[in-house]
């Protein structure tokens, strides 16, 4: 039973436009959550985190909105370039014990962003 | 910049071998992840160590996978014997939050070691 899930296994976008990157999540109790980045060959990159007490985390051009309700979070690339080309993946984690839980990732989302 | 370093990048071996992958983290990081991930989906963790002990390897298929960290700091992770299945990218991360810290957990991730198994 996947935990976090990347439900759009591709996503193309126009360079200059917005890329909206979406995760859902079924466990409660995730109270931390972080977007990497991939390109081939490489390890993930970390790209941005939001705890659960925000709604919204902003980082130049990439933004996390987080919606705890709908157990939903998205991540925003505005304005979208070629080198943000690469998988994408939401990960989670909950506190418990007095300390951070391990990760859980999705299956990634693939950015392709077109001159 | 501080980063995570794996070797070897890329092994081929036969079914039945034994391979091993090692991983520096980075230089003060407490907390080292070996993770697997399979082509198509996202890493899943193999095993957690906080500094030189295990803390999760609940997910390490022990019959034939193990990993060590001897002194707190680099690691490694064997597979003895390899099987066909076992084809993926093995991952290393760090953080510098430990079991005791909480709060943020930002993991740094090596370029991974491509394990092909014939």
């Known amino acids: 039973d996947q935990q976090v899930k990347q439900n759009s296994p591709s996503l193309s976008v126009q360079e200059g436009r917005i890329s909206i990157l979406n995760c859902d999540y079924t466990?409660?109790?995730?109270?931390?959550f972080l977007w990497y980045k991939k390109y081939p060959a490489e390890g993930p990159t970390f790209l941005i985190s939001?705890?659960?007490?925000?709604d919204k985390n902003e980082d130049g051009r990439f933004t996390v909105f987080l919606n705890k309700s709908a157990k939903h979070l998205s991540l925003h690339i505005v304005p979208s370039q070629p080198g943000d080309s690469a998988v994408y993946f939401c990960?989670?984690?909950?506190?418990?014990?007095?300390?951070?839980?391990?990760?859980?990732f999705g299956k990634g989302t693939k950015l392709s962003v077109k001159p | 910049e501080a980063e995570v370093a794996q070797s070897p990048r890329y092994k081929i071996t036969e079914k039945s071998q034994a391979v091993a992958f090692w991983c520096d983290p980075i230089?003060?990081?407490?907390?080292l992840y070996w993770y697997r991930q399979i082509l198509g989906q996202g890493p899943e963790l193999l095993v957690q160590?906080?500094?030189?002990?295990?803390?999760?390897d609940s997910q390490l298929p022990k019959d034939r996978f193990s990993a060590e960290r001897l002194k707190g700091v680099d690691s490694t992770l064997k597979i003895q014997p390899a099987e066909l299945g076992d084809s993926a990218m093995y991952l290393c991360?760090?953080?510098?939050?430990?079991?005791?810290?909480?709060?943020?957990?930002?993991?740094?991730f090596g370029p991974g070691t491509r394990l092909t198994v014939l």
């Open positions: 991360a760090s953080s510098l939050v430990g079991l005791a810290g909480g709060g943020d957990n930002e993991q740094f």
């Open positions: 466990n409660s109790m995730f109270d931390y």
């Open positions: 939001i705890s659960s007490i925000k």
């Open positions: 990960a989670a984690s909950s506190y418990y014990g007095g300390s951070q839980g391990n990760l859980i």
């Open positions: 230089s003060g990081h407490a907390t």
């Open positions: 160590f906080q500094d030189e002990s295990v803390v999760d």
